[in-house]
């Protein structure tokens, strides 16, 4: 089995990759008006406007895409043998690979000054970005090669998943 650490790093890394993104699509937190500060003003009804919903469903895609390409291509690079993995295996590897995604959102809402985020938002940030990874891992370790047509349909929930966490968010915060 691969480190934990390693497999926590390219956590790490694919969230970068999803920050990256995001600034230079400008499809970020604060360009979405997801503080406190800015969101005041815009009712709920804002949110359920293509306007308001577009960019919640783009952000979700480019977190849940990255977090995907990362673990696939930690599992095709790690993988030492052909022997599957063992259902133990699956949920060390997603979970450190999950924990080591939500740190660095934790890390930038932390350091951000958002503290009212420290509660059930934080944790479920946290608990969001581990079971998605959780689920891809399994996905994934069942056999790398898996078809085109699972990979897209969990890839999809995920983004539904992740867009109404968001939606979630924003109502009751």
């Known amino acids: 089995m691969p480190p934990l650490f390693t497999a926590a790093s390219f956590g790490v890394l694919a969230a970068c990759l999803a920050v990256l993104i995001g600034i230079v699509t400008s499809i970020s937190p604060s360009a979405l008006q997801l503080d406190s500060a800015h ?37 095709l690079r790690f993988r030492v043998s052909d022997e ?3 259902l133990k295996e699956k949920i060390l590897l997603g979970l450190a690979f999950g924990v080591g995604f939500s740190s660095l959102e934790a890390f930038l809402i932390l350091s951000g000054g958002e503290w009212r985020l420290v509660g059930p938002e934080l944790s479920g940030i946290i608990m969001l970005h581990t079971a998605m990874s959780l689920i891809f891992s399994f996905l994934l370790l069942k056999h790398p090669a898996t078809k085109h047509f699972v990979t897209l349909l969990v890839l999809g929930l995920a983004i539904v998943l992740h867009t109404l966490y968001n939606l979630g968010i924003l109502f009751y915060s």
């Not at 003003?41 to 306007?51: D, E, F, H, I, V």
């Not at 849940?64 to 930690?74: I, P």
């Open 84 to 86: 599957p993995f063992s």
């Open 39 to 75: 969101h005041v003003g815009l009712t709920s009804q804002y949110w359920l406007t293509w306007k308001g919903l577009l960019p919640l469903i783009l952000l979700a895609t480019i977190e849940e895409s990255a977090r995907f390409v990362f673990l696939r291509q930690f599992i």
